[in-house]
């Protein structure tokens, strides 16, 4: 890969298909694949990413926002595309852009066999969600009944799939929860599927899920942090690559003297002869506040450089006291070392909070060879 002569993200199809190859091989032939490619593909470039996926053969894809899967329709994505999380007023944008919404509550459900009456549909695939723990979106296991008969008095949907979602399946001392969640689904899929007398898809695992529990996987799984190259445990981070690296350039390095400060707030005082560099990404960028103050670092020619002081919005400044680099020089902020899970740990979050964190201000550069 070249140098970096700016802030960019750069995004490797090779770890991507390296990353789906690996979860491939953790299912049954029969078991399908749903990306999610929610939030800009967790920050990646959703188009790109899921353009790739699909040449792939994966099965299914899944946004949250009825947006999101707007975006990739007119990027060319043909496969079917769950909607994680839909509101009633775009649903009819979403049958025009044959979206496939994901019904939660009694409320959703009847507003959206109005919307598919209306514009005159039969059979539109729906997905059912159902609430095993999570308590976040999804019916109760008490109200199978109730959403069979709802969608029995109409010909406007069909119910493609159900589906639940694990709380913390990448946490393996809580497996009695994750089992718990499991079997709760079990029930309701089992009930459903008779009452409603044909088998919908099941899907239950995220990508924790499926490198934690193969009895998870029924017929379809959903990955997303896998497919961007992380497994949530460092074990697993090992099969795994990272797509994404972010890297920046040198703009400018400074020599400071005892006593004097850096960046606003003058939050950081040198307590000797120092040398900083000025580096052209900032909050705006998603590197938060909470990096700033010698919790966060960049990597330059292969040495930690903390950030002092405070992040600005358009810039962060360094202390490369000691380590041999010159204006223009590439900094690495996060990809394969350190990792974004790495990167992360600095300021008390998780890799899914920091990829999917970097601004659309930065640019995104493909690389695929
Ligand atoms: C985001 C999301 C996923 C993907 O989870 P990963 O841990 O990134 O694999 C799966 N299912 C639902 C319902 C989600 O919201």
Redesign the pocket.
Known sequence: MSKARETVLEIDLKALKHNYEYIQSKLNSNTKT?A?V?AFA?GSEASEVALFLQNLHVDYF?V?YINEGIALRDAGITKPILV??PQAINFKTLIERCLEP?IYSTKILKEFIAAATQEKQNNYPVHI?FNTGLNRLGFDKNDVDNVVAITSETSSIKVTSI?S?LAE??NLKERDFTRLQIERFKQISDKFTESIGYKPILHLA?????LNYPEAHLDMV???????GYG?SEEENKNLKPIATLKSVISQIHNIETGETVGYNRAYKSEGSQKTATIPIGHADGIGRQYGNKKGFVTINGEKAYIIGNVCMDMIMVDITGINCNEGDEVIIFGNTPNASQFAQSANTIS?EIITAISQRVKRLIISD
Do not use: C, D, P, W
């Open positions: 749903l999610v929610k967790y899944a949250a994680l999380h994901s969600k589906f979602h399946s990448e995220n990508t924790s899920g499926i959903r990955t997303g942090i896998g497919l961007n949530n899914y």
